[in-house]
């Protein structure tokens, strides 16, 4: 049974997720957030960042599969990836699975997580160091302004950020997004985590009517990720012109994403139709 | 933010849920379990048996409307229906949502949980007066047995039980699966929840095992609730005849469930077909 030591997660004021802890392996406060790696008997390793699960060994590959295959296959030919946050490397290391893509960027503030993910997270990690991966250790606003002056545009754009507090805050409005649409090429996407539609519906209304002020064609999707408030998680989708339904059918090693899965979580039930509207 | 006074379920023996409470409405230990009612801040009115939540006024419709519209829309002319478990009377209101429904019994061991549920959820339990219901408090297993001698036989079964720990054991075997395709009609269809695929993986596959024992054809779906452990339910069901393929397309005042969610919730992840078939 291990030791009677917990990791409690305050998801909302009112509602908490607690995880039995083998061993806590790591703590410290980096610049901008308190850091802590775990091991937990019920999901394997722990990384959380300000408090909040960022990321198990045992569910990662929902969030992370679903954040980036289905950008990915909705692009008819992506080339150019870029990833604001995300420093644990999953979203890259499912990035780098599609053979086109020549360059993935990861775009993460907090060096600190970088370096721990590579201790501690090696699963997570190991592509960091594919030669086609690039990491910057910037301030992801001030990187994607940059972008919009370069000459090279990028295909996809993924937002694996914390929730919308402290240095995240500025990743959820209309401005970033309008930074991002400025470094897309034609057929860009911009692909964004946006919370629970339960327990945060309010940010996604908001994330949605942004994304809606600056990009043509704006879409939202659903997947479980256990370990997050509610368990249950939603993704709003920016394009420039692909549509979910142009997706390519590819073949992955994944555990949760597959093209049939993607084409379901498009499928809105009718009380998350209705926050979109109102 | 109210007071500092929180409900906690051990999910398992390594993972908790907790909601703080704006007050504790009713407790008791009735013959066959302890029972509590409270407000909760995040999740409205909760019920929980045994220290496991099951049901709260915000979420109760995920589960009530995915386990009841399925098999009724699957089955093609649904007139006799059966839940055992499901005190509460959220099953027994989404199933008489369908009009061609003639009687629906609400077979139920525990007659305290539907006395606290007549007074403390009216929402729930509000048609267990409709005349077409029919509440039956006794055990399951037995009420089901008798069932195969009847002339009449039911359409669609529904299991809507408790964890399978105590009383509700014996509702999760290919005995009692069996008692219940004595019960069915040629065309008939049984639904049973079956937890979660991240937590109790080992229950699903059990209970498949057992179910494709007794039926020929047996499929899993999957949907999100929030307030289940990992937030994410699996549901067994069992056919004489009828596929998810042949589902009728009917519309209802529902909040989760529409035909498209129904056809999408049997679109299996690579992880959860992988355990069905060891």
Do not use: C
């Amino acid at each position: 049974m291990g030791a009677d030591i917990w990791f409690t997660e305050h998801q909302t004021p009112d509602v908490t997720l607690g995880l039995r802890i083998i061993e806590v392996l790591w703590q410290e406060d980096t610049p901008y957030q308190h850091l802590l790696v775990a091991d937990t008997e019920a999901y394997g390793r722990l990384l959380t960042l300000d408090g909040a699960v960022q990321t198990t060994d045992r569910d990662e590959f929902f969030y992370h599969e679903m954040i980036a295959h289905v950008p990915l296959t909705i692009h008819p030919h992506p080339q150019r990836v870029a990833v604001v946050g995300g420093g644990d490397g999953g979203v890259i290391r499912e990035i780098l699975r599609h053979p086109g893509v020549k360059a993935a960027h990861l775009v993460e503030i907090d060096e600190r997580v970088v370096a721990v993910a590579r201790q501690f997270f090696p699963e997570l990690s190991a592509e960091l160091d594919n030669p086609r991966a690039h990491v910057h250790l910037v301030d992801g606003i001030q990187w994607m302004r940059e972008q919009g002056a370069q000459a090279e545009k990028l295909d996809v754009v993924i937002i694996d950020s914390t929730d919308p507090v402290g240095a995240a805050t500025g990743l959820f409005g209309e401005a970033f997004y309008r930074s991002v649409y400025e470094a897309l090429a034609p057929d860009g996407i911009l692909v964004a985590q946006t919370e629970s539609p339960m327990l945060q519906p309010h940010l996604i209304r908001h994330a949605q009517a942004a994304m809606r002020a600056v990009f043509p064609h704006v879409h939202l999707y659903l997947a479980p990720v256990p370990t997050y408030p509610s368990g249950w998680w939603s993704f709003s989708l920016g394009s420039k012109g692909p549509q979910p339904a142009d997706a390519r059918t590819v073949s992955l090693p994944t555990r949760y994403w597959t093209p049939a899965i993607q084409r379901a979580a498009f499928v809105l039930p009718p009380f998350v139709s209705e926050l979109l509207q109102t």
